[in-house]
């Protein structure tokens, strides 16, 4: 049983930060990787960051690489995103996933479980 619940969004001044948070209200992630997207207004849907089952890799979007920060506690399902030196690119709606596989990947079409997303405003 999956369902994927974001929270911490709201509004951040640029240049300061924001924790987000990702868990499975119905139990655990299991073997899977798990990755946040964002989609900002107007514009489709992009990759963020992914960490894979075991927490040992992670990936990120070459936009947010040294300033956001993806980790996993698979003891309390939980999987945190961290952004630091937020700007207003940043801005839009954040989602998890969790993916068909142990893996981390950059495509949408590997994740099967969304969250309803949480949005974040970074003003200028």
């Known amino acids: 049983q999956v369902q994927l619940v974001e929270s911490g969004g709201g509004v951040v001044q640029a240049g300061g930060s924001l924790g987000l948070s990702c868990v499975n209200s119905?139990?655990?992630?299991?073997?899977?990787?798990i990755a946040w997207f964002r989609q900002a207004p107007g514009k489709e849907r992009e990759f963020v960051g992914a960490?894979?089952?075991?927490?040992?890799?992670?990936s990120y979007a070459d936009s947010v690489k040294g300033r956001f920060t993806i980790s996993r506690d698979n003891a309390k399902n939980m999987v945190p995103l961290q952004m630091n030196s937020l700007k207003p690119e940043d801005t839009g709606v954040y989602y998890c996933?969790?993916?068909?596989?142990?893996?981390?990947?950059?495509?949408?079409?590997?994740?099967?479980?969304w969250g309803q997303g949480t949005q974040v405003t970074v003003s200028s």
């Open positions: 996933a969790r993916s068909r596989y142990p893996y981390a990947d950059r495509q949408e079409v590997m994740y099967d479980f």
């Open positions: 119905k139990g655990a992630f299991g073997k899977y990787a």
């Open positions: 960490i894979n089952w075991s927490g040992i890799t992670v």
